[in-house]
T-cell receptor, first 108, second 117 residues
Framework: DAKTTQPTSMDCAEGRAANLPCNHS???????VYWYRQIHSQGPQYIIH???NNETNEMASLIITEDRKSSTLILPHATLRDTAVYYC?????????FGTGTRLQVFP | GAVVSQHPSWVICKSGTSVKIECRSL??????MFWYRQFPKQSLMLMAT?????????EQGVEKDKFLINHASLTLSTLTVTSAHPEDSSFYIC?????????????FGSGTQLSVL
């Protein structure tokens, strides 16, 4: 699986959009981009995934660049409950291999 | 959505004892389940892939005799930490998917916090 690079931490004001970047410059054509988040002492929660098209669901939007070398997870209106570690994962097999993720802190 | 249940949520045991953790897919069948461990302030590390009806596949550096995995049915996988020691204290998490495809999301259990005294 291709390696991903994410900022270690980010802050976001409550009610504002949180834009979490992910670099995956070595991604290959059959690899999907997945986003999960983990709130302290809980199992990871699925957010969204995509291959090459932008995706949106009730939780977030995923913007993948045309060359697929990077992506951005957008939480449109962050709340305090969105404080968590967000993992961007590139997946080509049935396994999910987690990197270090971005610790997002949403503040009032 | 699909639910993966993990039990117990937390367990405290004495050094040298064995601990069993269960992972169940509640509303779907899973031929494959995955076991992770997580130390404080670190990311999840994949330990092994549990395969229904066959032997588990362990990641490099994970002792298969230490971490016994049994996937006896399409809805249940168990991880047994044998002769646990304090360094085995960790957060153990399982995951599963209704279909083993790269474009199908994996669902995670709520995790088991193991503390070995």
């Amino acid at each position: 699986d291709a390696k991903t690079t994410q900022p270690t931490s980010m802050d976001c004001a409550e009610g504002r959009a949180a834009n979490l970047p992910c670099n995956h410059s070595t991604i290959s054509g059959n690899e999907y981009v997945y986003w999960y988040r983990q709130i302290h002492s809980q199992g990871p929660q699925y957010i969204i995934h995509g291959l090459k098209n932008n995706e949106t669901n009730e939780m977030a939007s995923l913007i993948i660049t045309e060359d697929r070398k990077s992506s951005t997870l957008i939480l449109p209106h962050a709340t305090l409950r969105d404080t968590a570690v967000y993992y961007c994962i590139v997946r080509s097999t049935d396994k999910l291999i987690f990197g270090t993720g971005t610790r997002l802190q949403v503040f009032p | 959505g699909a639910v993966v249940s993990q039990h117990p949520s937390w367990v405290i045991c004495k050094s040298g004892t064995s601990v069993k953790i269960e992972c169940r897919s509640l509303d779907f069948q899973a031929t494959t389940m995955f076991w992770y461990r997580q130390f404080p302030k670190q990311s999840l590390m994949l330990m092994a892939t549990s395969n229904e009806g066959s032997k588990a596949t362990y990641e490099q550096g994970v002792e298969k005799d230490k971490f016994l995995i049994n996937h006896a049915s399409l809805t249940l996988s168990t991880l047994t930490v044998t002769s646990a020691h304090p360094e085995d204290s960790s957060f153990y998490i399982c995951s599963a998917s209704p279909r083993d495809r790269v474009n199908e999301k994996l669902f995670f259990g709520s995790g088991t916090q193991l503390s070995v005294l």
